[in-house]
């Protein structure tokens, strides 16, 4: 869940040992799917539900906008949904590009776990099969992800797969200024530090 209690400062995450992870499985009766045409409604229900959107239509929006404008990969191939034994869909998480400096580089996105299935290790699971994934497409070498203080407790578990917070005087992207960008750095490591030692 989206913690909208404490102020909101991006942080951008990296790995550049990306053939070392540690190993999680799926609980059992609980499996992987990959994206087929209509999931797009899962996706929005899912983000929905830890809050990342207020409505299942604006996820709908945003679902459009990052998969499929203007892409040149296809989420069938990228986009991972967790399916409970129950058969319904409790997880979303994709192998993405991104812009890092300017450069095309893969990035983890959109990672979500409905609350009411949280504490499974479904986050866990999904993050070490978008790893196989990336290594399987032949990438190496580097990954990073998006995240920010309100989703510091998913922070805790970047750190187990051994992603860093990119600390630097140069924004990686156009969204910030040099300065925004390491201020608000600084700002969310100290606020998620200070979350995850409550």
């Not at 504490?119 to 920010?148: E, N, Q, V």
Request: with cysteine.
């Amino acid at each position: 869940m989206v913690d909208k209690s404490i102020p909101y400062y991006p942080l951008t995450m990296v790995k550049e040992d990306t053939e070392n992870y540690p190993r999680y499985d799926l609980p059992a009766g609980y499996k992987f799917v990959f994206y087929q045409k209509g999931d797009e409604e899962h996706w929005a229900e899912i983000e929905a539900d830890v809050a990342q959107f207020s409505s299942v239509e604006k996820g709908l929006e945003c679902f459009n906008r990052e998969f499929l404008t203007g892409q040149d990969l296809v989420p069938e191939e990228r986009m991972l949904f967790v399916v409970s034994p129950e058969g319904e869909y409790v997880g979303t998480a994709s192998l993405w590009n991104g812009l890092f400096y300017g450069e095309k580089k893969q990035r983890i996105h959109w990672v979500a776990v409905k609350d009411s299935h949280s504490g499974k290790g479904i986050a866990k699971a999904m993050l070490c099969r978008l790893m196989d994934l990336y290594c399987s497409l032949g990438y190496s070498g580097f990954i990073y992800l998006l995240t920010g203080t309100r989703n510091w407790h998913a922070v805790t578990l970047y750190r187990k797969f051994g992603f860093t917070e990119y600390v630097s005087d140069r924004s990686p992207s156009s969204r910030a200024t040099d300065t925004e960008f390491a201020e608000n750095t600084a700002k969310a490591i100290e606020i998620i530090n200070s979350m995850i030692n409550q």
